[in-house]
């Protein structure tokens, strides 16, 4: 088993870890359980234990690593192949006094950074001052993540417009997700591509009104819904269209086949039209179809925050696929998925991992992450929450809790309805376990860096700023200089000014040009289509060996094509034996395919034949030889491909087949073609051998056409009536 980023392993993943790896299963209690050797191999920073409230456990860790010392082995590693002495500098300088020299379960123990060696571009640290806006009271996030905001996004434009940087080498990171999306809106205003994680940003608008139209569709009868689907962001029809309608007579029934003419019976056909389509179709297929029918994905996607908000619409769309295989498939319960899907919190950019943009997210999401800038924004207080909860594991691993009891509804000491004995003692521990944390935290906020790290200070905020342990350290001009990062207005957005006129007309000139661009450049055939095809009347299926159907050919083809590719004959039975088996031919009662002589003695005749002695005697040999050829119109034509019922007219073909044998002799090539159906002595000739001979003729004229080298000869093999056609 490897774990890696073990550091966040909560004592039950432990507790799995190492009952799968023991050497005895007889051992229930994992804390005494030894793994077999070479068994377990975990990967992990102390350093980098940042997800308490996600039971991860530096306690565990700690135990588990003493542990390994017994059993196993503990390699220390210090080198960093990401960051450069810039970053070393500064690291060690300020965790140095933060880390205790010797680790335990509360906090990691300090290990320096080591940059690797080697050539690097340019690298700094740098900081720079946020004066907050102005207003009364305390300096909270919001005064000064507005003002850093757009200071920030303007430098980063700058920088990537000089060619500088490009938008993919800087993170924005901040302390908390409170105001993650002022950044992204910042960058968005100067033009630079932005991939917002961990804000909570998602099409709410978006999903309450494709939820409302889905309830709507599912009841067309109730006449509230559809009202207010029509009032919606869909149809926005006002007021006074509603009342207009109903003073001519007209209801609010999509399921109305006469509506009133005007603007709310013209939404109420179409209304009545996504009804249609929606119960044409299951719902996870239906509600994507309605949603694209309506264009809300280029509307979330056009709007401020396209990118998350249009990522969020396709995930709660993804979210439908869980309703086929669980046997829903209503509007009502698509509805309900939907509805989840506005509480799932969730990131989805548009396109993940894919674009060149800044990233901006919280500190839990950059851990693993790395970027060439990364700048430390956003320097209001951190956060400041009085502990709820206490949780001690004793060497047995067994948890103990303690939890603080409040009324949300009160403010003040006046909250608190309950609490343990003891509990000033539980809370000052886990207040010194937050603190260590939050030194771990600072920790992966610095070693994030590639080339630069840059840290946002304000003056308002020296003393609560979430990046105050790096103050000191910034101060000194051989560690750090200062940046001057000023805020001036973004370039106006764009706007289009057109009108209905216009716009219609340039939708019709887009479809006429997707109508041109749909027509085919290109058609695929296939040689054994275009003789058929060519043949003025199709004649009827020949009579074949009794038992036989359209697999016994393929197996006959393939134990052909593997004595051409030399199988020697002690193989062939087991050649042939797989080849029935895989095309389902009768078994007798042990299994054994009962044509297995048969076949084994067709494959021995054709061997005898005088053109398999030519093809084993040959200069080169190809079995079962696939070709495809590109010809234009007129030499499709020209060797009697015509158009198929006019559709493709005028484009070129790809012409496609398989030779089942050919070889090269001094005269040139000769083409083997294997029919396995016996024609019916009683019937009258119908054309099935002159459209086989057509079709080797077509084989040839291609062949010769792909090498440049004459074809001789052509040879039909009849194999159902032990017979050859050469010519």
């Known amino acids: 088993l490897l774990v890696d980023e073990f550091q966040d392993t909560d004592p039950m993943q432990a507790e799995v870890l190492f009952l799968l790896a023991a050497s005895d299963p007889a051992v229930g209690d994992w804390c005494r359980a030894t793994p077999r050797p070479g068994a377990l191999f975990l990967v992990g920073d102390p350093r980098q234990s940042i997800y308490r409230f996600r039971r991860a456990d530096l306690a565990a860790y700690h135990r588990v690593k003493e542990r390994f010392r017994g059993f196993g082995a503990v390699l220390e590693l210090t080198a960093s192949f990401r960051s450069g002495p810039a970053v070393e500098a500064l690291v060690n300088g300020v965790f140095g006094g933060l ?41 909270g996030g919001r005064r000064i993540s507005v003002p850093d905001a757009a200071a920030l996004a303007s430098w980063i434009a700058a920088r990537v417009a000089s060619g500088e940087r490009v938008a993919g080498d800087f993170m924005v990171l901040t302390r908390t997700r409170h105001h993650l999306a002022e950044y992204a809106r910042a960058l968005e205003a100067h033009g630079v591509a932005v991939e917002l994680s961990g804000a909570g940003v998602g099409a709410d608008e978006e999903l309450r009104e494709l939820v409302l139209l889905l309830r709507a569709l599912a009841d067309p009868g109730d006449a509230v819904l559809t009202v207010a689907v029509l009032e919606g962001l869909f149809f926005g029809l006002s007021h006074d269209d509603l009342f207009a309608h109903v003073a001519s007579g007209g209801s609010f029934s999509a399921a109305d086949d006469q509506p009133v003419p005007g603007p709310v019976g013209d939404a109420l056909a179409a209304l009545g039209g996504l009804g249609r389509m929606a119960r044409a179709l299951p719902a996870d297929a239906a509600v994507p179809a309605v949603a694209d029918r ?71 999401r950059a851990k693993g992450l790395e970027a060439r800038v990364v700048v430390l924004a956003c320097p209001a207080p951190g956060p400041d929450h009085a502990p709820a909860r206490c949780v001690e594991r004793g060497e047995d691993g ?110 019709r000139a887009l479809a006429d040009r997707r109508r041109e661009l749909a027509r085919p450049g290109y058609r695929v055939e296939s040689v054994t289509s275009v003789v058929a095809r060519g043949t003025p009347v199709m ?11 359209p ?11 593997a004595a051409a590719r030399g199988a020697p004959r002690d193989s062939l039975p087991t ?39 030519r ?20 030499e499709a034509r020209a060797i009697g491909v015509r158009d198929d019922e006019g559709t493709g007219d005028g484009c070129d073909v790809l012409l496609e087949g398989v030779v089942d044998l050919a070889f090269r002799e001094a005269g040139g090539w000769t083409l083997v073609d294997y029919k396995t159906g016996a024609a019916d002595p009683a019937a009258p000739d119908d054309g099935w051998l002159e459209r086989h001979r057509r079709q080797l003729d077509l084989y040839a004229a291609c062949w010769e056409r792909i090498t440049g080298e004459p074809v001789r000869g052509r040879v039909l093999v009849l194999a159902g009536e032990g017979r050859e056609l050469a010519w």
Do not use: K
């Not at 080169?620 to 010809?631: G, I, S, V």
């Open 99 to 139: 880390f205790p020299a010797a680790g335990d379960g509360r906090q990691a123990a300090f290990a320096p950074l080591r940059a690797r060696p080697g050539p690097r571009g340019p690298e700094r640290v740098a900081w720079y001052a946020v004066e907050p806006a102005a207003g009364r009271g305390a300096v």
């Open 294 to 364: 309506l264009g809300v994905l280029p509307y979330a996607a056009a709007g401020e925050l396209g990118g998350p908000r249009a990522g969020a619409l396709l995930f709660a769309l993804d979210a439908l696929r869980t309703l086929s295989p669980g046997g829903a498939s209503s509007l009502a319960e698509a509805a309900d998925v939907l509805e989840g899907a506005l509480d799932a919190d969730a990131d989805a950019p548009l396109q993940p991992g894919g674009s060149d943009a800044v990233r901006v997210m919280n500190l839990h």
């Open 398 to 507: 067994v948890a103990r809790g303690y939890l603080r009891v409040t009324d949300a509804s009160r403010r003040g000491p006046a909250d608190v309805l309950a609490r343990p004995a003891r509990w000033d003692e539980y809370a000052a521990l886990e207040a010194e376990r937050d603190a260590a944390e939050e030194v771990r935290l600072l920790y992966v906020a610095a070693t994030r860096a590639m080339d630069e790290l840059v840290v946002a200070r304000c003056g308002r905020t020296a003393q609560t700023s979430a990046w105050r342990p790096f103050h000191a350290a910034l101060d000194d001009p051989a560690l750090a200089a200062e940046l001057t990062v000023v805020a001036p207005q973004p370039p106006p957005r764009s706007e289009l000014e057109d009108d209905a006129a216009s716009i219609v007309a340039r939708v």
């Open 539 to 549: 004649p009827p299926a020949r009579a074949r060996l009794p038992g036989r159907g």
């Open 551 to 561: 697999g016994w050919g393929t197996a006959v083809h393939r134990a052909l094509e």
């Open 575 to 613: 050649v042939c034996r797989g080849a029935l088996a895989d095309a389902a031919r009768p078994v007798d009662a042990e299994g054994e395919p009962t044509e297995l002589d048969e076949l084994l003695a067709l494959v021995d005749s054709i061997r005898a034949s005088g053109v398999w002695a």
């Open 615 to 634: 093809a084993a005697a040959a200069e080169r040999r190809l079995a079962e030889a696939p070709f495809a050829l590109h010809l234009t119109h007129a």
